[in-house]
Nanobody, 121 residues
Framework: VQLQASGGGLVQTGGSLRLSCAAS????????MAWFRQAPGNEREFVAS????????YYTDSVKGRFTISREYAKNTVFLQMTNLKPEDTAIYYCAAGLSDSRDKRGYAYWGQGTQVTVSS
């Protein structure tokens, strides 16, 4: 499975961005997709996940009500719509694919290259 993330950028506090993650290859091996993020000096942390087939979602508490994960099944693409962005959202965002709905990065076998999101105050 190959993952290509895009859509990062620089925004002001309160702004919005939409990240995309295009999956290719043997995507049937990875029924769950997720977004993680990693700020400088921090561990990579879970942000949100979605199940390809059912579309069920899960979010970490800090982004609930601000971020929305979705998928366009026919195009094998997962999105992360981010609104009301805060400086603490600044990080490199990674998409990941795996067999289970895990909050732990070790639960995902496939990773995209990451896209930088910077929120200025």
């Amino acid at each position: 499975v190959q993952l290509q993330a895009s859509g990062g950028g620089l925004v002001q506090t309160g702004g919005s961005l939409r990240l995309s993650c295009a999956a290719s290859g043997r995507t049937f091996l990875s029924p769950y997709m997720a977004w993680f993020r990693q700020a400088p000096g921090n561990e990579r942390e879970f942000v949100a996940s979605i199940r390809w087939s059912a579309g069920s979602t899960y979010y970490t508490d800090s982004v609930k009500g601000r971020f929305t994960i979705s998928r366009e099944y026919a195009k094998n693409t997962v999105f992360l719509q981010m609104t009301n962005l805060k400086p603490e959202d600044t990080a490199i965002y990674y998409c990941a694919a795996g067999l289970s709905d895990s909050r732990d990065k070790r639960g995902y076998a496939y990773w995209g290259q990451g896209t930088q999101v910077t929120v200025s105050s």
